[in-house]
């Protein structure tokens, strides 16, 4: 018998961040940090065969240990947010069935990003025309994408007053709206071309008393909703919320997500499903409509899980963790229950089976009056 191939395998380096390309292969990042760790900086390109994550095919080595990762939504280029807060870009090619290729930024480009040196975490609009970059010092800077020059720049009093912890911005809004998380547990949105604080949230009744929030995700299909998960107590809450007509952010929705913290959350292309994994180095994906769980893998990792991202097409969640290991959880498509008007349709086929044999027994009690009158008696089995 052939070796059991490895559920969570590992790559050789504790992994932050991840990204899925269009194809059947992924990326994913990490690594020791200093050169005397031994423990190289990396990215690695991993194929994905029969729902299975496969070996390493290629590797890309990085400047610092890569702890965030924004991937271009036209998948042309890739950004990293370094351990040193420094960010890296390399551009990306990429061919039907085969691994892409990463190359590292022309000299001009990456001069103009070196400017940025406390970055945590980073988002590209929904257009991929702008980068958002959220800072140590709670500074947001807006970044415009072909030009690499700063357009909108919030901080001090215009800004945040702890580290950025997450960042997204909003395709309902023309991505005129970003919405941020930071380490104090706050979470507001903001109009960035103005500069300007638009909204704050407030923990929920039950959440208020030792909830931070964490990460945060605009919806992907076109509404106008926001979904935030907050960790309480060691345990996990999802919350989403809709903005109505006035421009009021509401609370549509909440639901305890896990009974460990969560330490990773993202949002499906299609807006259909989001993904959260925990400190326990569990991975779980929900449905966005419902906030009910959808596939879960326990213990996919030995430690925390670092960061999740989604296959395209809606078919796994990627999972990578601290202990160097990847995990892929199915998504398996909630059945769907009999809709009404499937019902009302059974029920007629049954009323109209039902009165051809009631139609049909009649026509026999007829036929045999009409044989009697004849003086024709059927035989015993029914013969004339």
Not at 132 to 156: C, F, H, K, P, Q
Not at 181 to 201: F, K, M, N, P, V
Request: glycine share 10%.
């Amino acid at each position: 018998m052939g070796k059991k191939k490895e559920q969570s395998p590992k790559y050789g380096a504790p992994l932050y961040c991840a990204s899925w390309p269009a194809g059947d292969f992924v990326l994913v990042a990490g690594g020791g940090g200093k050169k005397s760790s031994g423990i190289p900086n990396k990215i690695a390109i991993v194929q994905v065969a029969e729902g299975q994550l496969g070996e390493e095919v290629a590797s890309v080595r990085t400047e610092e240990a890569p702890l965030r990762m924004a991937l271009h939504p036209q998948g042309t280029s890739l950004v990293l947010a370094l351990g040193t807060g420094m960010v890296q870009r390399f551009d990306m090619q990429s061919s039907p069935g085969a691994p892409p290729l990463l190359h590292q930024a022309k000299d001009k480009d990456q001069e103009k990003l070196a400017v940025f040196t406390s970055v945590k975490c980073l988002a590209f609009s929904s257009d991929g025309r702008m980068l958002a970059l959220g800072g140590e010092d709670g500074a947001i800077t807006v970044v415009d994408w072909l030009m690499l020059r700063v357009v909108s720049d919030m901080r001090g009093q215009n800004g945040l007053k702890d580290a950025v912890k997450d960042l997204d911005f909003s395709p309902a809004h023309k991505d005129k709206v970003l919405v941020a998380t930071c380490e104090d547990g706050s979470c507001s949105l903001w109009a960035w071309e103005r500069q300007l604080q638009i909204a704050t949230l407030d923990l929920p009744q039950g959440l208020e008393k030792g909830g931070a929030f964490n990460r945060c995700r605009f919806a992907r299909d076109g509404s106008r909703a926001l979904f935030v998960t907050v960790n309480q107590r060691g345990e996990a809450h999802i919350l989403h919320w809709e903005q109505n007509e006035e421009g009021e952010l509401l609370l549509a929705r909440q639901a305890k997500a896990h009974t460990s913290a969560s330490t990773a959350f993202d949002i499906s292309r299609s807006g259909a499903y989001l993904g959260s994994a925990t400190s326990e180095g569990d991975a779980s994906v929900f449905s966005s409509a419902t906030l009910a769980p959808v596939s879960q893998t326990r213990a996919a990792h030995m430690v925390f899980a670092t960061a999740v991202t989604f296959d395209p097409a809606d078919r796994a969640l990627l999972s990578v963790s601290a202990d160097a290991s990847a995990h892929l959880t199915p998504i398996t498509a909630p059945r769907r229950g009999v809709s009404s008007v499937t019902l009302f349709f059974m029920f007629l086929t049954l009323l109209l089976m039902a009165a051809v044999v009631f139609w049909a027994l009649g026509l026999d009690v007829r036929l045999q009056h009409a044989l009697e009158r004849f003086g024709i008696r059927p035989g015993k089995h029914g013969e004339l």
